[in-house]
């Protein structure tokens, strides 16, 4: 029984422990199951999340900007030089110059790879380690504080990307950057960064930086030594703060540079001794002095030069082309003509209404020393007014040896001596025409007419040669007509000109007969080398005869004619004055007087100088006119500038087919001998004419109306009455 018990007892225990042990078991595979499940949902969330974050990064990389190849071009500035070919200014959005990696010394490049990007030539465009560690730091603060930015990510942002720090920016830069690494070589990235970055003080890429800092060009870049280069390498972290050309940036930059000298030494690229006598050396040695922002000098003269390239070059932008400009400017001439526009040193103007404008050229060249370009409230401006260019007035007399007298003596070969009778005339639609003192001469040669300034005899001559072989003459020295037309009334100048188009007209005179555009550039070179010369062709547009027939002439002008007070003694000096009126109209609405000045011209040359100036003012208005000694201010500002800078005594050489007889030239071939005298009832009626005109109140002096229909020779003007011109 016992027995029984007993194997009862065991049998039951067994049976317990059996349950217990199926127990333990279920309990064990529900617990396998719920992990099972939760391991599954964990593997199921991570790709879910792989997934997502796919999607999400493909969504940010989706608006990725193209890598654009213009983007990467460099803005490059443009830089004009003087006729000597010495820099004058920098112009640009930015100033920069660019520099191929052959132009690049090593020590540069090791100081800013060691500064910037240690591993570049061994990346593909994104550093990793570099990324994990800034995504680690970041980790600890606000995203951004550690950019971990490659030299190749650098160039990204600058050219493609915007500033802001998003994790949407950084990957679109990692994968731009890809991109970049495989389609350009290290060499490539690496200038397209040097030649890029802000390097403080105005100056963008390492050469402009040299420039700006060191005054060293970038054809000498090896010149600059290790405590430069390093100075340089340190300063894009932030230019402004490290500029040791600001007293108080000094130790900061002290210690900027020290800072990239250690990162040298520990890639290895220079000596602990070279790095100890780098940091030895001041902040400041070799710097040049911080440049003053003065602005544009010779802003008007550049801005003549900028309309000229842009008008022969198209699709030319000079704020990023890195164009090299070598003018024709004279810059102690221009300084002069600065001043003596500008202040009442050299001229006692009027009033600060008064204006006036010149062009100071080569005699030979055509080159274009100097510009007036307006006084005052019109003084020009870069890309702005400039009256010695676009203003356009009235000539009058200064013009008769381009319509007149010469096309008479190149096309009749007229001698100085040949005659005509200044007695009452009328333009062929009838209007009257006066010469500047209402009187009537008689017989008189070209040269006294010209010397003063009698206007019948002008359009005699307009007429003995015909209108269009004169336009064509005149046309040959570059004035231009509108409506390509000439009328009758322009033999007295009733045309519109500019001082730059005169000064042109007349420099062939004073050349031989060789007209030579005038120009402000000489030549302009690309970044590539490619040079384009803007050195006009030289043209035969006249005779030599003529040219020094006209200069004879135009010499006694300035000799005992209207032109006395512009006279240069010692300089063999031709030229010729102009006045215009006011038309009645005008005269009686603002009060002026019969004899107002509207326009006074003098224009004139030397064997080395050409001269054309206008003054007046630009609007009528109360006292806005001339008389007496204000019409002599074009004459006074002519013989300052000739008397300053005329240096060549020379004197202007008669050809061997000219002869003087009596003190007047003849041509060979031509008239050899004064033509017979005029009848001597001409000379009668002369007189009794002047003793009409006398009687009779002069009437008020008048400008050329407005064009209307047009008869045979157009409408004709009463045009420089009351006036010695």
């Known amino acids: 029984m016992s027995e029984e018990r007993y194997r009862y007892r065991q049998e039951r225990i067994q049976a317990e422990k059996a349950k217990q042990k199926q127990k333990k078991s ?48 460099v803005p490059l500035s443009t830089k004009f030089y003087d006729k000597d070919g010495k820099f004058l200014y920098e112009y640009g959005k930015e100033r920069r110059t ?135 390498a340190g300063l894009p972290q932030s230019p402004n703060n490290y500029d040791p050309t600001i007293a108080e940036n000094r130790t900061a930059a002290t210690n900027r540079r020290n800072v990239v000298l250690n990162a040298m030494y520990k890639q290895g690229y220079i000596s602990e001794k070279e790095m100890a006598a780098a940091k030895d050396a001041p902040i400041t040695k070799g710097l040049i002095p911080r440049s003053k922002n003065q602005g544009m000098p010779y802003a008007a003269f550049l801005d003549a030069v900028v309309k000229e390239v842009e008008g022969k070059l198209k699709n030319v932008d000079i704020t990023s082309d890195g164009l090299s400009i070598y003018t024709t400017l004279d810059p102690k001439a221009q300084e002069y003509a600065d001043k003596m526009m500008n202040t009442d040193s050299i001229i006692a103007y009027p009033n600060d209404r008064f204006q006036g404008a010149f062009t100071f050229l080569d ?17 020009a401006s870069f890309k702005g007014n400039n009256f010695a260019i676009d203003i356009s007035r009235q000539p009058g007399s200064s013009f008769k040896p381009i319509l007149d007298y010469g096309p008479a003596i190149e096309n009749l070969k ?64 570059g004035i231009t007509f509108k409506d390509n037309t000439v009328y009758e009334s322009y033999s007295i100048g009733s045309n519109a000109v500019n001082p730059l188009e005169m000064a042109g007209a007349y420099s062939a005179f004073g050349n031989n007969g060789v007209y030579n555009a005038p120009h402000f550039v000489q030549k302009v070179v690309f970044p590539n080398g490619k040079v384009v010369s803007f050195k006009p062709e030289p043209e035969i547009v006249m005779h030599d005869y003529t040219a020094y027939l006209v200069t004879d002439m135009l010499r006694t002008v300035v000799k005992s004619g209207t032109g006395t007070t512009a006279n240069v003694p010692g300089l063999d000096l031709a030229g010729k004055t102009g006045t215009t009126n006011f038309t009645d109209k005008t005269i009686g609405e603002f009060g002026y007087p019969q004899d107002a000045t509207n326009d006074s011209w003098m224009v004139g040359y030397t064997p080395q100088y050409t001269m054309a100036v206008w003054t007046g003012y630009v609007k009528n208005g109360s006292g806005n006119y001339m008389m007496g000694n204000t019409t002599k201010i074009s004459q006074l500002m002519f013989k300052n500038m000739m008397q300053t800078f005329g240096t060549d005594k020379s004197r202007f050489q008669q050809p061997s087919d000219v002869y003087r007889q009596n003190n007047e030239l003849y041509i060979k071939g031509g008239e050899n001998v004064p033509p017979p005298a005029l009848p001597k009832n001409n000379n009668d009626h002369n007189k009794a004419a002047n003793k009409q005109q006398n009687k009779q109140k002069p009437s008020g002096p008048k400008q050329p109306p407005k064009h209307g229909p047009k008869p045979k020779h157009g409408p004709m003007h009463k045009h420089n009455k009351g006036k010695k011109h």
Not at 423 to 433: K, V
């Open 363 to 379: 005699t030979k060249t055509g080159e274009v020393r100097a510009i007036g370009s307006g006084r005052k409230d019109y003084k």
């Open 414 to 477: 007229w001698s100085t001596a040949h005659p005509l009778n200044d007695q009452p005339t009328t333009y062929s639609t009838g209007q009257s025409i006066s010469n500047w003192d209402h009187q009537y001469h008689g017989e008189l040669s070209i040269r006294k007419a010209l010397q003063y300034s009698y206007n019948i005899p002008a359009l005699l001559t307009l007429r003995e040669v015909g209108i269009p072989k004169a336009q064509n003459f005149a046309e040959k020295l």
């Open 26 to 73: 279920k309990r064990l595979t529900k617990k396998r199951s719920w992990m099972k499940k939760i391991g599954i949902a964990c593997i199921l969330l991570c790709v879910i999340s792989v997934g997502i974050g796919a999607a999400e990064v493909a969504n940010m990389m989706k608006d990725t900007p193209k890598l654009d190849s213009s983007k990467l071009v």
């Open 98 to 232: 660019e520099i191929t990696y052959s132009q690049l010394p090593k020590m540069l490049e090791h100081a800013f790879i060691a500064t910037e990007d240690a591993r570049f030539y061994e990346h593909h465009g994104v550093d990793i380690k570099g990324t994990s560690r800034a995504i680690l730091e970041n980790l600890t603060g606000h995203f951004g504080a550690q950019g971990g930015s490659t030299i190749t990510q650098q160039v990204i942002k600058n050219s493609f990307l915007t500033p802001e720090k998003t994790i949407k920016r950084k990957v679109q830069e990692w994968e731009l950057a890809y991109q970049l690494e495989k389609k350009y070589s290290k060499h490539q990235i690496l200038m397209m960064y040097l030649n890029k970055i802000y390097l403080g003080n105005g100056s963008y890429g390492v050469a402009a930086a040299a420039k700006t800092y060191y005054g060293i060009d970038s054809n000498k870049l090896n010149q600059l030594t290790l405590p430069e280069v390093a100075m340089l």
